[in-house]
């Protein structure tokens, strides 16, 4: 019998995630497929659809290579309207402060945040602030909110054998950021988060490609491995992917394999997985490669006939290998 | 030079607000006279108003008498889109959890906030849980984001003179029953948070009063006087509270004693100012009072074309006192 809430990390992770989600289901009395990213309402009669997300971001180290706490509490709330096919129009802000927090470092996140909520062009318009003792918060949490609007009509889409799987860019760069600086390792130059919105990238792809695109996804927590692992979760059909075409950077491989954790498993804080009609895959690549955020995308996998809900990867050395459901690492407070 | 955020509370606690309000309006581009209780926008063209909200709930004790935070932070929410005059309709709930928390803690939490919103009428529709490591929060933190929508054609209008202000029922009474949770009081029989939703009284009194009602506001943080200060401030009118009629418990007074606070400046969790036209001022406490959170509704004081700006209390003895400003206590975590 469990009776206390432990860190989600080692091999009790999934199972304390899972426990939360239960009780928080079953006492809210929600239906575990209603949950997604994002709750999806009708203002009034006729009007288009809205998004609604919730977000808190406890991450430590605060600053990092590639951004701060306060950039991914906007691109975090920005991304999860976004992979739902919304067009994010506003968030809120919550901050919970710990005392003798340095004003100075609180002016970089906010200026930070305006920097990312500009680029994103979503406008940050109404907060809150909580100041806590020494020693009853670590630095500064950051809840963000958002509202956002379905201006295509951009909706699920079954998944059928053949569909080919798209990521934008490389693969476990926030994660394997937060991991090196942690652990002050001096030998990663290069290495950055991909924190990044990802709105301005999807919303021109659901425009142009609105039944070409059947689901959408930010790997974050869990990484590429756990979306993937969702997608299949008890369907038909399973996922493959080529390990051979995995964009992942060299220095990302190195942390990985010197801290024993896989990339494909690591947050992404700028990365959609998007599942695509085979046919229209390419055009699709072409069109995100067109973009900053889509520049390095990659068609790295497929919906196969084989292993009917597991994800697998197909080794450069013609071995295959399953991706379990999340039974190893999940790192504490990476976003 | 200020370089560290102080906690809000003792004679620092006004300007360390204002400080951190400054400076997230700076860096956010907002002005001041954007930031009210929540913010409105339109949906589409033609469609009505909605209200959009967030509040962050650290408060400790986390179980009280009256409530606990689950509670407080659906209410909170509630409250503050009713007293801009919108229907609560959605809210998302994030969680800050401390590893170790206990399981049957949680289990109780997330039952008294189904409790509450389901009293409210109000519905969960999203959320987020962040476990930190032990150390790293105080036990547990909810951010709650609401949205509602204004069903009736409440605005804020020109206060004048002669106008009246209601409070639905007695004073201070969250505040000072954390006060005594926390400092062990054993002689507080009686004395419980006033934790209630406000949208059922409100929106009953907006749909029979919209054009008597000129302004609404939930007295939380800094209490009663901080309210009617905001509302007096640079403005060419004083307001007048009469001592008398202030509805203050005799376990709210006593409690205040010994602390040496004020309850005028005390956080209430379920009570609401209204400035409403004299000539209607009777028949709107009338309507009040036949609801369980307005039945101990009073008239407390008047608009006044003396002391402009300011507002003061009329004694029993017959003496005046000025209110100030909150220059006293802001007592942290009260909510």
């Not at 009776?3 to 289901?25: P, R, V, W, Y």
Request: aromatic letters at 6%; a negative charge.
């Amino acid at each position: 019998m469990v009776e206390k809430i432990t860190l989600a990390h080692g091999s009790g992770g999934k199972l304390m995630n899972q426990l939360i989600g239960d009780l928080i289901t079953k006492h809210f009395g929600m239906k575990e497929e209603d949950i997604d990213d994002a709750y999806v309402f009708i203002p009034e009669p006729d009007t288009k659809r809205f998004a609604f997300t919730t977000d808190t971001f406890t991450v430590s180290p605060i600053f990092f290579p590639g951004g701060d706490i306060g950039k991914l509490a906007i691109n975090g709330t920005v991304n999860d309207l976004s992979v739902m096919g919304a067009k994010p129009l506003f968030l809120s802000v919550g901050f919970v402060i710990e005392e003798g927090f340095l004003i100075s470092d609180l002016e970089k996140i906010l200026s930070s945040m305006k920097g990312a909520a500009d680029y994103a062009s979503v406008r940050i318009v109404t907060g809150d602030t909580k100041v806590v003792e020494q020693g009853k918060a670590d630095r500064i949490f950051i809840n963000t909110t958002g509202i956002g609007k379905f201006e295509a009509d951009i909706q699920r889409r079954p998944i059928e054998i053949g569909d080919k799987v798209i990521i934008n860019g490389t693969i476990g760069d926030h994660g394997i950021s937060i991991m090196a600086e942690r652990n002050k390792f001096t030998f990663t130059r290069g290495l950055k988060s991909d924190c990044a919105p990802l709105n301005h990238l999807i919303l021109n792809l659901v425009k142009k490609f609105p039944e070409s695109i059947k689901f959408m996804r930010d790997p974050t927590r869990g990484g590429v491995a756990s979306v993937l692992n969702e997608i299949a979760k008890g369907k038909p059909f399973g996922i493959k992917l080529y390990e051979e075409m995995l964009p992942i950077k060299e220095e990302v491989k190195g942390v990985s394999e010197i801290l024993g954790i896989d990339p494909l498993y690591i947050a992404n804080e700028g990365k959609v997985i998007i599942i695509v009609k085979d046919k229209d895959a390419e055009d699709v690549l072409d069109e995100m490669k067109k973009t900053k955020e889509g520049k390095d995308a990659h068609i790295i996998g497929e919906v196969i006939d084989k292993y009917p809900g597991k994800v697998y990867m197909e080794t450069t050395i013609g071995g295959r290998r399953i991706l379990p459901l999340l039974t190893g690492e999940q790192l504490p407070r990476i976003c």
